[in-house]
């Protein structure tokens, strides 16, 4: 399954429940700690995890 546009598992992110984050995907790559980078390179491409960018591997990554 997948839960986050990077790959991490935000499901079974320890911060996810004490921090009241919605999670990578579900907050539009806005988690607890602020605007994600990668989720937003992601999104500007136009994929929904960057597994599916050709560039991968990538320096943000």
């Known amino acids: 399954m997948i839960d986050s546009r990077c790959g991490l598992h935000c499901t079974t992110c320890t911060y996810k429940e004490p921090c009241g984050c919605g999670g990578c995907i579900e907050t539009n790559g806005h988690p607890f700690h602020g605007a994600c980078p990668v989720a937003q390179c992601c999104q500007e491409k136009g994929f929904y995890h960057c597994g599916e960018c ?8």
């Open 54 to 61: 050709p560039e991968l591997p990538c320096e943000l990554l």
